[in-house]
Nanobody, 121 residues
Framework: QARLEESGGGLVQAGGSLRLSCVVS????????MAWYRQAPGEQRKLVAR???????DYEDSAKGRFTISRDDAKNTVYLQMNSLKPEDTAVYYC???????????????WGQGTQVTVSS
């Protein structure tokens, strides 16, 4: 059974940086497209960035130029480097496996606990 474990969140001032990590177990990680989602209070969870098994990447518009998704298949880990953070980036961040590179639907039903990112102005 797949398991997702996010970490690396915290409280940061606007303009600061954070690096999130997600360790994945129970799947053949190296063959999967991975994604980061975020959910702000009162809003639906939405996809922020994705990375294919061949390291192709794509970002939601607000993340372009500021966030970088990467992966380490030897560690079964996907990362999200977030720079130039803004208060509107405040959310709980989650990772998941995508059903396909162009399919936003998460493949793992049991989400991890997420990691809280809070950006102060």
């Amino acid at each position: 059974q797949a398991r997702l474990e996010e970490s690396g969140g915290g409280l940061v001032q606007a303009g600061g940086s954070l690096r999130l990590s997600c360790v994945v177990s129970g799947i053949t990680f190296s063959t999967k497209t991975m994604a980061w989602y975020r959910q702000a209070p009162g809003e639906q969870r939405k996809l922020v960035a994705r990375i294919s098994h061949r390291d192709s990447t794509d970002y939601e518009d607000s993340a372009k130029g500021r966030f970088t998704i990467s992966r380490d298949d030897a560690k079964n880990t996907v990362y999200l480097q977030m720079n130039s953070l803004k208060p509107e980036d405040t959310a709980v961040y989650y990772c998941n496996v995508l059903r396909g590179y162009y399919n936003n639907a998460p493949a793992v039903a049991n989400w991890g606990q997420g990691t809280q990112v809070t950006v102060s102005s």
